[in-house]
């Protein structure tokens, strides 16, 4: 059985306690992490090493970052979405994990909607979508996991008229989530929970997260070979219920063997 988790931890260097008394409570055997908002040597290695994870990180200063955790070894690394040799953010990472590839994804935010911004998450979309229909052609058990910043539907969002403007709900960013899905993928969290609110996010503004207002940003999706797999899903609130917590939880899935 391999338990597989996502956690946008917003600062791993802010969130290092977090994180570390997550993997040793939790014990997921794979982690994908987004926004380390840190630079190489700002990680901290030691800390995730002596819970008994290895690392392999892609940074950048101040923003975005991407890791993976595992307890076994990582191999064959991929450290940039293909499609793009310009684009220096780092937003994307994959590897090899216990016979898997696995991705830690953090799409962009894309507000305001009729920016550069926007623009640049439909193309990240479109340049994700080409590189996953490659992974499914490969046959091999594949996880795309981290915050893609979209709600899939209405049912991902705890207002969709105070949300209607936001790029994470525009029909292009959905209908960009959905050509993914479309291939052949599964949504881990909708398989097994297909109603009602599943919600990963909570803005730290107006009291959301007590209220429950909140967003399904962080997903787990698996190709065919990963899905026949799937036992078990679900979202880990408890780290966001803990002082000065990341605005996201992780969300999990457990593959049989």
């Known amino acids: 059985m391999l338990k597989i988790a996502t956690w946008n931890v917003n600062s791993v260097k802010a969130r290092t306690g977090h994180l570390t008394r997550w993997l040793k409570e939790f014990a997921p055997d794979i982690v994908m992490l987004q926004e380390l908002k840190c630079l190489d040597d700002g990680f901290p290695r030691l800390e995730i090493e002596a819970a008994g994870y290895n690392a392999a990180i892609v940074c950048q200063k101040a923003y975005n970052g991407v890791a993976l955790l595992a307890k076994g070894k990582i191999e064959q690394p991929l450290l940039s979405l293909p499609g793009d040799k310009l684009d220096e953010q780092?937003?994307?990472?994959?590897?090899?994990?216990?016979?898997?590839?696995?991705?830690?994804?953090?799409?962009?935010?894309?507000?305001?909607?009729?920016?550069?911004?926007?623009?640049?998450?439909?193309?990240?979309?479109?340049?994700?979508?080409?590189?996953?229909?490659?992974?499914?052609?490969?046959?091999?058990?594949?996880?795309?996991?981290?915050?893609?910043?979209?709600?899939?539907?209405?049912?991902?969002?705890?207002?969709?008229?105070?949300?209607a403007g936001d790029a994470l709900v525009q029909p292009e960013s959905r209908a960009g989530f959905r050509r993914i899905v479309y291939q052949g993928w599964t949504d881990a969290i909708r398989a097994l929970h297909p109603h009602g609110a599943q919600y990963t996010y909570w803005d730290y503004f107006q009291n959301r997260y007590e209220r429950d207002h909140g967003l399904r940003i962080d997903h787990l999706l698996l190709s065919p070979r990963a899905a026949d797999r799937l036992s078990d899903s679900g979202i880990d609130k408890t780290p966001r219920g803990w002082e000065k917590p990341s605005d996201h939880t992780p969300v999990w899935c457990t593959l049989t063997a």
């Open 90 to 163: 780092a937003r994307y990472m994959e590897a090899t994990i216990a016979g898997l590839r696995v991705a830690s994804i953090y799409l962009p935010n894309g507000n305001p909607i009729g920016t550069d911004k926007f623009a640049y998450k439909l193309k990240f979309l479109e340049r994700l979508a080409e590189h996953a229909q490659s992974l499914l052609a490969s046959e091999v058990p594949t996880v795309l996991a981290g915050d893609w910043n979209v709600c899939p539907t209405n049912e991902d969002v705890w207002d969709p008229k105070a949300m």
